[in-house]
C-alpha cells in the first residue's frame, strides 16, 4: 500500500488557503507570517505586496526594522 500522506497539508492550503499568523513585527505596515498548516513563510514587502520570505528578504526586513527602530528613537528622543 503506498503512503498518501506527503505534502497532503500543501494540498489542503492550495485548495483551501493558508493560514497564516504573524510571526515577526517590522514595522507597522510590515509582517512576516507562517502557515500554521504548511509552514510556507511569506513577508510583506515596503509595497505592500505578498512575497515568499527567502533568506535574502528576510535580511531586508532585518535592515529595514533596524532603520525604522532608529527613526522611533530619534523621535522619542526628539521629543523629549
Ligand atoms: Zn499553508
Redesign the pocket.
Known amino acids: 500500500m503506498q503512503s498518501s500522506t506527503f505534502s497532503l497539508?500543501?494540498i489542503i492550503?492550495v485548495t483551501v488557503r493558508?493560514?497564516y499568523n504573524i510571526t515577526n513585527k517590522i514595522t507597522n505596515h510590515i509582517n512576516e507570517y507562517k502557515?500554521n498548516?504548511?509552514g510556507?513563510e511569506v513577508t510583506e514587502d515596503i509595497l505592500g505586496n505578498i512575497e515568499e520570505l527567502t533568506s535574502r528578504q528576510r535580511k531586508i526586513n532585518e535592515s529595514v526594522a533596524l532603520f525604522f527602530q532608529k527613526k522611533n528613537e530619534k523621535k522619542i528622543y526628539q521629543q523629549l
Open positions: 497539508s500543501s492550503c493558508h493560514q502557515c498548516k504548511c510556507k
